[in-house]
């Protein structure tokens, strides 16, 4: 798993140095997520990379039973993660990832479940890894992994000390 979150500090870093326009204009989080994705393209050969995909072949990505649902779901139950490495197809899942800007005042615990639920071994289409990200203006504010359905401290920990180290993090 390390592997592939040091390949999302890579993509952090090409996105911090090439995307100072948007950053320093407050644009949208989806604008800046698409950016991130691009980055995320190039290290992740053999993976397709998508933003806010919902299907897994012909079905639809939905939370399980009892979930909470987004109010920007057109179907009140399926799901929409910023950034998915993955492969269509198979379907393989490697990676969630939930995006937020630091100006974003809106409580964590939608991503946070929703990435619970992504990670989730118990669910047909679970990813292998999810990431929660506070995109600053110059860093990343906050992150958090997931796997297998529960914050995962110890790879968290791991993570933001990898943030710290590559200059993308001010804690």
Same mark, same amino acid.
């Given at each position: 798993m390390q592997t592939e979150l040091n390949k999302v500090v890579t993509a952090l870093q090409e996105f911090y140095a090439r995307e100072t326009f948007l950053l320093d204009r407050d644009v949208g989080e989806r604008a800046l997520t698409h950016r991130l994705a691009v980055e995320f393209e190039k290290h992740f050969p053999g993976w397709e990379i998508d933003c806010e995909f919902d299907r897994l072949g012909d079905r639809t990505l939905r939370l399980p039973h009892g979930s909470t649902v987004s109010t920007d779901d057109h179907l009140a139950k399926s799901i929409y993660p910023d950034i998915v490495v993955h492969q269509r197809a198979i379907p393989n899942n490697l990676l969630a990832v939930e995006v937020r800007k630091s100006a974003n005042h809106q409580p964590l615990e939608h991503d946070r479940h929703k990435l619970?639920? !992504? &990670?989730?071994? *118990?669910? =047909?289409?679970?990813? =292998?890894?999810?990431? !929660? #990200? &506070? #995109?600053?203006? &110059? *860093?990343? &504010?906050?992150?958090e992994v997931y796997t297998s359905g529960v914050l995962d401290q110890a790879l968290s920990g791991w993570f933001a000390q990898r943030l710290k180290d590559a200059g993308l993090s001010a804690g």
């Amino acid at each position: 798993m390390q592997t592939e979150l040091n390949k999302v500090v890579t993509a952090l870093q090409e996105f911090y140095a090439r995307e100072t326009f948007l950053l320093d204009r407050d644009v949208g989080e989806r604008a800046l997520t698409h950016r991130l994705a691009v980055e995320f393209e190039k290290h992740f050969p053999g993976w397709e990379i998508d933003c806010e995909f919902d299907r897994l072949g012909d079905r639809t990505l939905r939370l399980p039973h009892g979930s909470t649902v987004s109010t920007d779901d057109h179907l009140a139950k399926s799901i929409y993660p910023d950034i998915v490495v993955h492969q269509r197809a198979i379907p393989n899942n490697l990676l969630a990832v939930e995006v937020r800007k630091s100006a974003n005042h809106q409580p964590l615990e939608h991503d946070r479940h929703k990435l619970r639920a !992504l &990670t989730d071994p *118990h669910v =047909w289409f679970a990813y =292998w890894i999810g990431v !929660l #990200l &506070t #995109l600053g203006k &110059t *860093h990343v &504010t906050m992150s958090e992994v997931y796997t297998s359905g529960v914050l995962d401290q110890a790879l968290s920990g791991w993570f933001a000390q990898r943030l710290k180290d590559a200059g993308l993090s001010a804690g």
